[in-house]
């Protein structure tokens, strides 16, 4: 059984940081993007970070260029959402994702993704 487990969320102040990890089992990942997103209460799941195979390609939502690192090892078959500077707006369940048909491409859309965790809740009082 192919399962994405999210950890590392949590309740945290303004200015903070977290790391929420993401560890794949039952296939291997290292071959395919991985991503993240997020939902708020009441909003649709948004587009956080994306990573391609190698770790080298990278691309961010405007909203978190600059405070967040998206990161993996392929090592572990786990990514990683490095998440500074938090601000009471990131409050949001995250979810980490992988996309292995179609194009195989750094994608903000949530279509493209066919793999999900359950999600980790990320909490940022202010």
């Known amino acids: 059984q192919v399962q994405l487990v999210e950890s590392g969320g949590g309740l945290v102040q303004a200015g903070g940081s977290l790391r929420l990890s993401c560890v794949a089992s039952?296939?291997?990942?290292?071959?395919?993007?991985r991503g993240w997103f997020r939902q708020a209460p009441g909003k649709e799941r948004e587009f956080v970070a994306t990573?391609?195979?190698?770790?080298?390609?990278?691309l961010y939502a405007d909203s978190v260029k600059g405070r967040f690192t998206i990161s993996r090892d392929n090592a572990k078959n786990t990514v990683y959402l490095q998440m500074n500077s938090l601000k009471a707006e990131d409050t949001a369940f995250y979810y980490c994702?992988?996309?292995?048909?179609?194009?195989?491409?750094?994608?903000?859309?949530?279509?493209?993704?066919?793999?999900w965790g359950q999600g980790t809740q990320v909490t940022v009082s202010s």
């Open positions: 990573i391609s195979q190698s770790g080298v390609g990278t």
């Open positions: 994702a992988a996309q292995t048909r179609g194009v195989l491409r750094l994608s903000r859309s949530s279509l493209e993704y066919d793999y």
């Open positions: 039952g296939r291997t990942f290292s071959n395919f993007p």
